[in-house]
């Protein structure tokens, strides 16, 4: 034995020149002619259709939610009175430390000094406070909310307030006190007869 | 519709004024009853009674038949107004500048016989009716 036979080069030269005949009867067998035909004839159909919907051109309107305040406003507030009132544009409407009266629709009025006012579209509220019996009462308000009958400006504050909060009219030393003079007044005054406040 | 317990604010060692004439003029809670939670108005609690209402120069017996109850009583009691705010049905919220109660025997019925200041209206619905004909004004 002398090292490798000097036939073998030879037979590795014969098995790739006999895989390079035989690679395009292979490669000819592999397409699926039949599977090709059957696939045209018969369209794949799905059991469940997507309807597909053209696309929106954009939003209704720039600020879909204050569209919406103003309509529930329409429905709740049809006159705009209360809006107004309570408005921020408006130089006549009524601002914190005014005495206001709120008739409801089923109980008694109350009044009292305004001491907050939150504008939150439709969900507006004040909050009125007043002494009974010598107690502190407060009492927060639904400015568009139906069971409010009516607001009555009763009286405005001589002195325009500095601040938008009054929660230091809690405080003995600034508190207003009873507000029932006040509006006894002016109920003898504005109504001939008069809703007597309890 | 509308939650039938109100929220409150009152538990124990709250410091409650007694509107009625009992005799007492300040209370201490040690207790509220039926309720997990801190107390609300139309809630039944239990209260020491830490002053008593001064009588003055008054010391007639009439004066001293009226009070019927003494510093460090025991006994049960209605809130009647919080100063925690409160909702109502309709959306309104109400607070009052004081916690305040009025004594009551274990029947329910009130140990005074009059009231000297505002209640909450949600003694009606709670049904402490004979407390709202007491009171002089119910908001």
């Known amino acids: ?198 | 519709m509308f939650p039938s317990r109100v929220l409150g604010m009152v538990q124990l060692k709250s410091m409650l004024t007694c509107i009625d004439n009992s005799g007492a003029a300040l209370v201490e809670c040690v207790m509220v009853l039926k309720r997990k939670k801190p107390a609300g108005i139309g809630d039944k609690i239990v209260v020491v009674i830490q002053k008593q209402r001064s009588l003055g120069q008054d010391l007639s017996a009439t004066a001293q038949a009226a009070v019927k109850v003494r510093r460090g009583d025991v006994c049960h009691a209605v809130v009647v107004r919080t100063k925690k705010k409160y909702s109502r049905p309709d959306g309104s919220y109400i607070r009052f500048d004081d916690n305040a109660c009025v004594l009551v025997n274990k029947a329910g019925d009130p140990l005074g016989t009059r009231l000297s200041g505002v209640v909450g209206e949600e003694l009606k619905r709670k049904n402490w009716s004979k407390i709202l004909s007491l009171a002089p004004m119910n908001v």
């Open chain 1, 1 to 198: 034995m002398s090292g490798p036979s000097p036939l073998r080069p030879l037979a590795w030269c014969w098995t790739s020149v006999a895989q390079f005949m035989k690679a395009p009867l292979l490669r000819k067998s592999t397409i699926p002619t039949q599977f090709t035909r059957s696939f045209i004839v018969v369209p794949y159909e799905p059991k469940r259709r997507i309807k597909i919907h053209p696309p929106i051109k954009g939003p209704l309107s720039k600020n879909p939610i204050e569209n919406l305040t103003a309509a529930a406003i329409a429905i709740l507030d049809p006159s705009g009175a209360r809006q107004k009132m309570f408005s921020r544009h408006n130089k006549d409407s009524i601002r914190p430390g005014d005495i206001l009266q709120v008739r409801r629709r089923n109980g008694d009025p109350f009044s009292g000094v305004l001491l907050n006012i939150r504008r939150r579209g439709i969900d507006t509220g004040f909050l009125l406070r007043d002494q009974l019996t010598r107690v502190g009462v407060e009492m927060w308000f639904k400015l568009y909310s139906p069971a409010i009958e009516d607001i009555d400006l009763v009286q405005r504050k001589a002195k325009k307030a500095r601040r938008a909060k009054l929660y230091y009219m809690r405080q003995p030393k600034h508190d207003f006190g009873s507000v029932a003079n006040v509006v006894k007044e002016y109920v003898r005054r504005v109504r001939p007869a008069p809703r007597t406040r309890r």
